[in-house]
């Protein structure tokens, strides 16, 4: 490097400085020859203490190079992208070609092979150089500017600013401290070690360090097959990389004089011979000359389909914790340097061939360039039993600045705002099965009768003893406005009953709800506390991620085991060393039974929703979500080892996706079956009876009692009776016909229960009469018909084998939510009979009585 002259009026102190500098200069270079006797003689006559103001500091370090980021196709690793602080790819000195040894050697220090780090001729004409005798020439051997490269690096890395600006600051003394260090990196280093160490930190422009990132970026090449004229090239640059670097053209003339020089000096050298000097020199440095690569840094060059989950990556690494440090260093500070320094090997879950499928689904179905609303779509996948992500796709591009165009974006829909930045999304009915998670955990049944009627429920009706919520009047409503009455949980869940889902949570407290929802690994987008009101149990509250959603059906599928989400598996240091990534985090949410009743519920959900249902005897568990006003929809679901949620909705806005409501469908079918395909197997549990019947208990048979005995018998064992106005019934007027709940019904005390006397229309002979289940071979079972609209009743009734033309109507005036619904049935659901029998039903009319129109 050039020294920086004096001016004339400088001289006197130039030349003393320069007498100072030349002597220790003079103990150093001797010191290369015999440092022992060079030191000792030279300290105790001059009484300069050199070597105590001078660092004593030496060593070749590891310079910063690319981190690597691994997928999974076809069960091996590939590569899916790099990123770094320096675009750097370190090379091993049987890699480096000879050309660029020798043109460094030939362009920057001739002698290198025979001095001892500071080559004696060079500090006099940089001493009489800066006296303003001679022209510009500096003292620094290749050595010397290897030392002050890594003294720079080595500070910029730690953030001491100061020391890096010295290091390009003329001076005597820090011109002293890189001979110094130079004689002891000599002295522990072989020459061809210090040639490496100097190709691979110098700086060929920009961010690009290293001969062989520097011939990949410039040349579109490795370093191994550079020419002569190309290796001059990349050396003309390291002198002054900001003005001769090759990336712009105005810095070709400048870079061009110098490679003319290098060549010219390696053939003088003897390195080359007069026929390739001229050969060399006879190409121009121009547009034609280079060959100009794209950076390949970060997600954004990275493997197309896999930039989001990339980016996932890079903030995993750089803010998740391992035994309560950081995953490459104690503290941040030092995991930031680990990265800065990189080199690492990062070996991953994605599934790139699943993820591709996936991203093809999603970009046929939910099109990035839709400008009619701010159109989303996001889906994860998660392996079951592990939590390691297979899955992580959405519709818009990955783009990392905030300045994206309209079909991408910098924000990861699929995570958090710690690992995406997304702030979430409603997740409408799919948070139903938090309340139905809480339900069972409470002991109740999901076959239990439950009053799923509309009803304005008042203030203070839900409790939330962790907020001291006093709730607000709410008045829930179903899709489409429809009515329901009894009703099970399972038939809740399957319809997505608003009403219904409201009644459970008002028997449970709604902090149970959210807090089993956060175990179960559904949290808020935003990493903050749950908004917990009564709505909320129906997904009006708190915005949460596709990850989430996956993470809770994993865990219902899993058997009641939470597993956090895994992205990497394997982490390889430079050295060949294996780092901790995030281990394994598995704890038990809900209990295995519960679990198991779960599965069966949403199993059933899955089986009576064709549309969600995959093909194929797999089996799948699955709920459906949608806020208000079709803004955002979902479906989440699972099989026994691959858990998925998708989200399709507004991005932000709240344009109705209703015509377009089943595009959620058509992805949860399609992604389900990819990865059904690739993990195959598994089963879920056999339901828990005990937990299944939960707290609920058969209601007895009170039929054939008087009235008054009926009720007082139910009221005993702690039931709320309703007597209605009397139907034609076969038993004798005053004698109990049935209940709704019929007898045998899974019940409890707080299931109302309703007791339907006769009027002994339909007694033989005016008496009670009761009829035996006919023991024929050719006797089936009454269907279920409670709940139903009268007309589906009646199918229903038909398609069971029997003559809807013997279906006894008896009308009760319930209110006008449960107009033409059957609220009760006997024989009760199950009971054997013959094609020809009768059966009698309750249906719900208004108050002027009689057929409705139903």
């Not at 001078?54 to 190079?65: D, F, K, M, N, V």
């Not at 959210?514 to 509250?541: C, K, L, Q, Y």
Request: charged letters at 15%; hydrophobic letters at 40%; one cysteine or more.
């Amino acid at each position: 490097m050039a020294a920086t002259r004096h001016k004339p009026g400088s001289l006197l102190g130039s030349l003393l400085g320069l007498i100072g500098f030349s002597a220790i200069a003079g103990i150093l270079v001797s010191a290369t020859l015999t440092p022992a006797l060079a030191v000792a003689s030279t300290t105790a006559n001059s009484g300069l203490d050199v070597f105590e103001s001078l660092p004593s500091y030496a060593r070749i370090t590891e310079q910063a190079e690319r981190n690597r980021i691994y997928g999974v196709r076809d069960g091996q690793p590939v590569e899916i992208a790099s990123f770094y602080a320096q675009d750097r790819q370190v090379l091993q000195w049987q890699q480096v070609p000879r050309t660029a040894v020798e043109a460094l050697i030939a362009g920057e220090d001739r002698r290198f092979y025979t001095h001892g780090g500071v080559d004696a001729p060079s500090v006099v004409r940089a001493g009489l150089s800066q006296l303003g005798f001679g022209g510009d020439s500096g003292a620094s051997t290749l050595t010397m500017q290897l030392v002050r490269q890594q003294i720079a690096m080595d500070a910029f890395i730690r953030g001491d600013q100061e020391t890096y600006e010295q290091q390009y600051e003329a001076s005597y003394q820090r011109k002293l401290a890189e001979m110094r260090l130079a004689i002891g990196l000599e002295q522990r280093y072989t020459k061809n070690e210090i040639v490496l160490a100097y190709l691979n930190i110098a700086n060929f422009g920009g961010n690009v360090y290293g001969i062989e990132a520097g011939a990949q970026r410039i040349f579109g090449k490795p370093a191994a097959e550079l020419s002569i004229g190309e290796a001059a090239a990349l050396i003309a640059t390291v002198q002054n990389p900001s003005t001769r670097n090759l990336f712009s053209a105005d810095n070709f003339a400048r870079n061009q004089e110098r490679r003319d020089f290098i060549i010219s000096a390696m053939a003088s050298e003897g390195y080359i011979t007069a026929e390739q000097r001229d050969e060399a020199l006879a190409i121009p440095v121009d547009e034609a000359f280079v060959n100009i690569q794209p950076p390949n840094n970060g997600c954004i060059a990275g493997y197309d389909s896999a930039r989001f989950f990339c980016d996932y990556v890079q903030r995993v690494l750089a803010t998740d914790q391992v035994d309560g440090h950081h995953i490459l260093g104690a503290t941040p500070e030092d995991n930031s340097a680990a990265l800065f320094q990189g080199g690492y090997q990062i070996y991953t879950s994605i599934d790139l061939n699943l993820n591709d499928a996936v991203q093809a689904m999603v970009d046929a179905q939910v099109p990035n360039d839709e400008t009619r609303w701010q159109s989303g779509a996001a889906v994860t996948q998660l392996e079951v039993g592990t939590g390691r992500i297979l899955t992580m796709v959405q519709n818009k591009d990955y783009f990392p600045t905030e300045d994206a165009p309209p079909t991408a974006t910098s924000v990861n829909f699929n995570a958090d705002y710690a690992h995406g930045r997304s702030g979430g999304f409603q997740p409408g009915s799919g948070f139903k099965i938090f309340t139905l998670a809480q339900w069972v955990l409470d002991g109740h049944s999901v076959n239990e009768q439950l009053d799923a009627t509309r009803e304005k429920w008042p203030q203070g009706a839900f409790t939330a003893e962790c907020t001291g919520l006093v709730s607000e009047e709410w008045d829930p409503q179903n899709n489409e406005g429809k009515e329901y009455a009894r009703m099970t949980p399972t038939e809740i869940m399957v319809n997505s009953v608003n009403t219904g889902i409201a009644r459970m949570a008002s028997e449970m407290d709604l902090c149970d709800i959210h807090d089993t929802a956060a175990r179960m690994g559904t949290t808020p987008a935003n990493g903050g506390d749950w908004e917990i009101f009564a709505p909320a149990v129906i997904g009006s509250g708190s915005n949460v991620t596709p990850m989430g959603m996956a993470e809770a059906f994993a865990t219902i599928a899993n058997g009641g085991i939470h597993c956090e989400p895994i992205a990497i598996d394997r982490i390889v240091a430079r050295d060949g060393t294996e780092v901790q990534p995030p281990a394994q985090q598995c704890q038990q949410a809900i209990s295995a039974d519960v679990a198991s009743v779960l599965q069966l519920v949403l199993e059933t959900v899955t089986e009576r929703n064709p549309l969600n249902n995959p093909a194929g005897s797999t089996p799948v568990i699955s709920k459906t979500g949608t806020s208000n006003g079709v803004v955002q929809t979902w479906v989440n679901g699972a099989s026994p080892t691959v858990a998925t949620s998708v989200w399709v909705g507004n991005i932000v806005g709240n344009y109705s996706l209703q015509p377009r409501w089943n595009i959620r469908s058509t992805l949860f079918r399609g992604a389900m079956e990819e990865a059904i395909a690739r993990y195959p197997g598994g089963e879920f549990l056999a339901p828990d009876a005990d937990t299944l019947r939960g707290s609920a208990t058969e209601l007895p048979n009170v039929a054939g009692q008087p009235v008054a005995d009926a009720q007082a018998a139910l009221e005993a064992q702690g039931f709320t009776v309703q007597v209605a106005n009397p139907i034609d019934g076969a038993q004798a007027e005053g004698i109990a016909e049935y209940t709704a709940p019929g007898a045998g019904s899974l019940v409890t005390t707080a299931t109302p229960i309703i007791i339907y006397p006769s009027n002994g229309a339909l007694a033989a002979g005016g008496q009670a009469e009761e009829t035996a289940p006919p023991a024929d071979e050719g006797a089936q079972a009454w269907p279920d018909v409670v709940a139903q609209p009268l007309a589906d009743a009646r199918s229903a009734v038909q398609g069971a084998g029997f003559d809807p033309a013997n279906i006894q109507v008896t009308w009760q005036d319930h209110g006008d939510a449960n107009v033409c619904l059957v609220l009760a049935q006997n024989p009760a659901a199950g009971t054997a009979g013959a094609p020809g029998d009768p059966i009698s039903v309750v249906v719900g009319t208004n108050a002027s009585g009689g057929d409705p129109g139903c």
